[in-house]
Structures are given as structure tokens and as C-alpha cells.
């Protein structure tokens, strides 16, 4: 059996390390998968790719795409033209493509048209927000995918909703806590660590990189002084290269440190010592709340519900007085101490290349 695996951004990279460990594992027993790993390059800032790849020791990508930046428009069909080409010289049985960013909807589109199946890793997880590139890469997949790993019960309802074969749903758990899992002993502690005379529990993290955030920089001057004004202990903000351009003219910060994109070990290491974090981003929501950290989310809605209703997170919008309220709870002692959902065991990896090999048992047995 031949498959394809596709890492496009920083996200994919944690989720693709576990399975292609469980791969591995599986084919030391004789249980043949061969898989081909394609990098697109749709992250080509080094910080945001390459260390990732060292760190969880991902294997070299069989090639990589570098399709580089451009707008939605340019970056998908800088993919789909480049994935073609790889597929067609290199036909996989399946090609299995994991999250939501556009490498993942791009080649989706690209191996369908050729014929061949495909399987989605975080399978239905919705915000129901189509102002989020992400939510239309997440339908556009998962209206053409095959087969579908899921993360919850909830995605499996969304797929159930919009006519997913139930047959072809299969509730794994998630892979992101795979990584978190098998990297908790591995951790770094990174050099701002001692710039910023940082102790556990004595500091704060924060992440903001979502265009409702940080394009309008009157906006995200807001938000990073209301911050910076409620809390007197040090938040650490590694700077994603969308939010550097509008931070550069902002004056007048006592509290927040702004430092450089982090390696994923360093930043595991902040967030599991941290106080709390301050965040827009769906993989810190998760993180979290495996980790038992309280959490605030700058975003109107969540596509990961069950890191409010089961975990650590809470959703604020852009509620500036919710904000410093919900600070307050945590600066008290009194944010809720959550729980960790289903199937969020470090296992996931090994169900999704179980499930695979049941699927594909005749073109397994004939490799």
C-alpha cells in the first residue's frame, strides 16, 4: 500500500510525526505501508518548518514543494499545480492529508480529480465561521474525502449532519496530543527563559496571529496595552511573522515581551510552566487543556468546543472586560480545573495506521 502524506504548515508537522512513527512500528512487524512524505512549503519561514521537522524527528521529506507565500488565491493553486505533478509521477493508493490549512484542501482537490482516495486527519471539527479561510478549507475537504479521523464525537456528529457515511467515520482521538505526549519529556527551556527571569507559574504566554486580531493595528494596539495594563508579571509573546508588521510602531509596553517564533520543544516548555495563556489559536486550545492551563481565546467561536465544555478554555470574543475579568479569575486561583476528552491518550496515531490497515488489508498483503 503507497501512501502519501502531506505537511503544508507548523500545525501539520506535530500531527504527521506520530503517524509516521505508528508506520513504522507497523512495518517492523512485516505489515508493509509505504508512505511518501511531501512537504508543500507553505510555511517557508525557517523557525516555522525546519526545526520543527528536527525536533520531532520527522524523516526528510521525500520533496518539498516550495510553493512560498502569496494570497489564498496564488498559494492554492501554487499547490495544486505542483501536487499534480508529484502525483502523477509518484501514484500513492491514498493520500492523507491532515488540519485545515490550504495545503490540505489544495491537495485534497488535486488527488480526487486523479482518482484517488483520500483520508482526513482532524476530520469534521467546525467553527461555523466563514470568515476563517480555515473553516472553507475544512468543508471543501471534507465534502470530498473518503475517510474521516475524527477528534470527538462532536465532529463526528458535523460529518453525520452534511451526509458522511458513518461507516467511513472513525473516532481516533487527536494526534497534536500524540506529539505532546511523546515530547513532554524532551522539552527545552529556551533562552527567554533566563532574558526575562521568567519562575513556573510566575508569567503568562500569549499567541495572536488571526487576521480578526492583528491586521487592524489600532485594534491590536488595544488589545496588547489592555493586556499589558491588567497583568503586572511578565507575558511572553513569541511574534508571528503576520502580527511583526503591525507591533513595530507600538510604544509604551512595561509587561510584555516579544521575542521570536520559538522551536515547538521551547514552546511546550513555556506553556507547560506557565500561569496562563492568551491565545487565538485552535492548537493552544487543545494544548491547554491537556495540560491543565488555563486558557483565554480572543475569537468569537471555536472549532474545538470540547476544550471549553470538557478542558481549560474559555471564549472571550473581543470582550475587553471579559478579558480582564477572566485574568482576574486566574490571577485568583479560581479558573476551573477541566479535564481531558476522549481518546486524548497519545495512542491516536496507532488507531489511524490500524484502521488504515484494516481498510487496505488486500493491497497490504500484495506489497
Known amino acids: ?39 508543500t512549503g507553505q510555511h517557508y519561514d525557517e523557525k516555522l518548518s525546519r526545526i520543527f521537522f528536527e525536533e520531532l524527528h520527522i524523516p526528510k521529506p521525500h520533496i518539498n514543494l516550495e510553493v512560498g507565500s502569496g494570497s489564498q488565491a496564488e498559494q492554492t493553486a501554487k499547490i495544486m499545480i505542483a501536487f499534480e505533478k508529484e502525483l502523477i509521477t509518484n501514484p500513492a493508493d491514498l493520500v492523507l492529508v491532515v488540519g485545515d490549512v490550504t495545503s490540505t484542501m489544495a491537495c485534497t482537490i488535486v488527488s480526487k480529480k486523479l482518482g484517488i482516495k483520500v483520508a482526513h486527519v482532524e476530520a469534521g471539527i467546525r467553527s461555523f465561521d466563514m470568515d476563517m479561510p480555515e473553516e472553507i478549507n475544512r468543508i471543501v475537504t471534507d465534502s470530498l474525502a473518503d475517510y474521516f479521523f475524527t477528534t470527538t464525537e462532536i465532529a463526528n456528529e458535523n460529518l453525520k449532519r452534511v451526509g458522511a457515511d458513518s461507516a467511513n467515520i472513525f473516532l481516533v482521538g487527536n494526534t497534536m496530543i500524540d506529539s505532546l505526549i511523546f515530547n513532554l519529556p524532551k522539552l527545552k527551556q529556551p533562552s527567554v527563559w533566563n532574558d526575562y527571569n521568567l519562575s513556573p507559574k510566575g508569567f503568562y504566554v500569549m499567541t495572536l496571529h488571526r487576521p480578526s486580531n492583528v491586521d487592524d493595528p489600532k485594534k491590536l494596539e488595544t488589545i496588547i496595552k489592555t493586556i499589558d495594563q491588567v497583568l503586572n508579571i511578565p507575558i511572553v509573546f513569541p511574534v508571528h511573522p503576520r502580527t511583526r508588521k503591525n507591533l513595530e510602531r507600538m510604544d509604551g509596553i512595561k509587561n510584555i515581551y516579544m521575542c521570536e517564533p520559538l522551536s515547538y520543544l521551547e514552546f511546550i516548555f513555556l506553556i507547560k510552566n ?19 492551563v488555563p486558557c483565554i481565546t480572543l475569537r468569537q467561536n471555536t472549532e474545538r468546543p470540547e476544550t471549553v465544555s470538557i478542558g481549560t478554555n474559555e471564549i472571550i470574543g473581543d470582550d475587553l472586560n471579559l478579558l480582564k475579568k477572566k485574568i482576574a479569575e486566574i490571577e485568583s486561583g479560581g479558573w476551573k480545573t477541566g479535564d481531558i476528552p476522549q481518546l486524548w491518550d497519545g495512542e491516536t496515531s496507532v488507531r489511524i495506521v490500524d484502521t488504515l490497515k484494516n481498510l487496505f488489508s488486500e493491497e497490504i498483503s500484495n506489497c
Open 274 to 292: 506557565t500561569k496562563g495563556v492568551i491565545t487565538d489559536s485552535g492548537g493552544v486550545q487543545e494544548e491547554t487543556t491537556y495540560l491543565h
Open 1 to 39: 500500500m503507497k501512501v502519501t502524506i502531506i505537511a503544508g504548515a507548523r500545525p501539520n508537522f506535530m500531527k504527521i510525526a506520530p503517524i509516521i512513527r505508528a508506520i513504522e512500528e507497523l512495518n517492523k512487524k512485516s505489515h508493509v505501508i509505504q508512505y511518501r512524505l511531501v512537504h
